[in-house]
């Protein structure tokens, strides 16, 4: 299945541009380490061409064409968008799988989900007009008061490559959705399909300079960005390291930011459930997306009087998911993004081997696999609480297991993490799965299953998983500044001071 790699350049103002450097990055496929294209590289110099573009569209005709016409206005713009991406909704899935090495189902599957975020924002900027100058209560009725929700202004958004194009439209369409203005800057690992949406925009007339798509390194085009003073707000989603050197370097303007980082999220078993149903959602959980996920439940918690039948069961399920190039048909999972990544996650595995742990099963590559970034789905015992591959984020299809005699220690074990992105809870006692949900530490917690996410729910972490949410309501409150607007209504003066007149 031959696919062809467009050949794009930047997206400014409306329009292609080549790099103020004319530098580009070559495109590997993970799946057969060959290069298949390049995309450009961007550096200050486009920064600063992108973040003066988002300006004038946000002045343009007085804010009046974006930033202050009705959401309705804007509505149409993402629904228009939406369209288009569900009409090219097969070659969007193909080029997605062959950037990051996802699997074909996984990527149409995204694909349904960009189409329907940008749907969900365009219904919420038409109920922002009916929200407009919602009134306050007070307690004297001289005065009056209401609230204006107003576009924070231009926009930084930055993006990793486990999800390129839904990661990247779960801040832009939220954005575009406010009124604001936006550079989005998308891993160098993964940016085919967010240089596509750029094409859809172009299609669709969205006004110039109101998403503008940069690709290009972090040190040389998202640095850049995060601490450009004309950029009002950023949001980030990628490793903890690079959110906290985005945080420093907004924190010199004192400018907001968005951050939704790393995790080592638990899923914890309980002695009471279906050993099979359990099985699949623990496989799911972790190996999903090739196990490049944030909110990977990558460490198994499982109950000691059932954890031997139990990981019997998982390394059954475990050892008929098909690994394969992610086009073909039924892959189930395809290479890591990478070889940093590949090799990165061998180093865990060995690491963890050195440090006295059992690789149960997988750890190595696919016999029948002798190109790409393959690594087997793998299952760790015998780990203790300060193992490295329990403590720290692997980003890849690896789960460590540790077993628990009381849900008190189950929750011990699952707390005790600077992590605090995702948790699961399977158990068919749901008193106790509601008393588990509260006691967790993290921002998103799932009873039963493992990864489910729906843009109508919100999403985000604790701790050093990052702050603030992304999707919902909440995900458009990210976007907007408040105002308030207070007015004096009384015939009477104020008559704090004494007037000169009455002297």
């Known amino acids: ?59 343009q005709n007085k804010g009046k064409d974006w930033a202050s016409a009705s959401g309705a206005v804007r509505a149409k713009y993402l629904r228009a968008i939406a369209a288009k991406i569900t009409e090219r909704k097969s070659e969007l899935a193909k080029l997605e799988a062959i950037d990051c090495g996802k699997p074909l189902d996984e990527a ?6 960009v189409a329907g975020c940008f749907e969900y924002y365009a219904d919420l900027a038409e109920g922002l007009d009916a929200k407009q100058k919602a009134p306050v209560s007070l307690p004297m009725d001289t005065f009056k008061t209401y609230v204006l929700k107003e576009p924070i202004g231009v926009v930084g958004l930055i993006t990793p490559w486990n999800y390129p194009l839904l990661m990247a439209v779960w801040k832009v369409a939220p954005a575009l959705a406010a009124g604001c203005a936006a550079i989005l800057k998308p891993s160098e690992l993964a940016s085919i399909t967010c240089l596509e949406l750029a094409d859809v925009c ?36 990628g490793s903890t390291a690079t959110g906290s050197r985005i945080m420093t370097a907004a924190a010199q303007m004192v400018k907001p930011v968005t951050l939704e980082l790393g995790g080592k999220s638990p899923i914890i078993v309980f002695e009471d459930t279906d050993l099979d149903k359990a099985a699949e959602w623990t496989a799911f959980g972790c190996f999903w997306t090739n196990g490049q996920i944030c909110s990977a439940t990558s460490r198994l918690i499982v109950h000691e009087s059932i954890a031997n039948e139990f990981l019997d069961r998982l390394v059954k399920w475990t050892k008929n998911i098909k690994i394969s190039d992610p086009l073909e048909e039924g892959c189930r999972l395809g290479p890591v993004v990478s070889k940093g990544q590949y ?49 720290e984020e692997v980003f890849g299809p690896v789960l460590c297991v540790k077993t628990f005699s009381t849900e008190e220690e189950a929750l011990e074990l699952a707390n005790d993490t600077h992590y605090g992105l995702g948790a699961a ?59 308030q607007v207070t007015q004096y209504i009384s015939d009477e003066p104020w008559g704090w001071y004494q007037s000169p007149s009455k002297l």
């Open 425 to 483: 809870v399977i158990s068919n006692d749901l008193e106790r799965c509601d008393r588990v949900s509260k006691a967790l530490q993290a921002g998103i917690v799932w009873i039963n299953c493992s990864q489910p996410c729906f843009c109508q729910a919100p999403w985000g972490g604790n701790k050093r998983s990052g702050f603030g949410r992304e999707l919902g309501e909440w995900g458009l409150e990210n976007y907007l500044s408040v105002k």
């Open 108 to 113: 149409a599957w995204d694909m349904d989900d």
């Open 1 to 59: 299945m031959a696919v062809q790699i467009p050949c794009r350049q930047l997206f400014i103002d409306g329009e292609w541009r080549e790099p103020v450097l004319k530098k580009r990055i070559p495109i590997v496929n993970p799946a057969t380490e060959q290069i298949i294209g390049d995309i450009p590289a961007a550096t200050a110099e486009d920064v600063d061409l992108a973040v003066a573009a988002a300006r004038r569209a946000l002045s």
């Open 202 to 237: 172009r299609e669709v007339g969205l006004p110039p300079g109101v998403l503008n798509i940069l690709t290009g390194l972090g040190p040389e085009a998202g640095a850049p960005l995060a601490s450009h003073p004309n950029v009002d707000k950023i949001a980030f989603t």
């Open 343 to 391: 090799e990165k996650v061998l180093k865990f595995i060995s690491t963890a081997k050195s440090e006295g742990a059992t690789i149960l099963s997988g750890g190595v590559r696919p016999e029948h696999l002798k190109k790409g970034f393959f690594v087997e789905p793998t299952i760790i015992t015998d780990v203790t609480t300060s193992t490295q591959i329990w403590r």
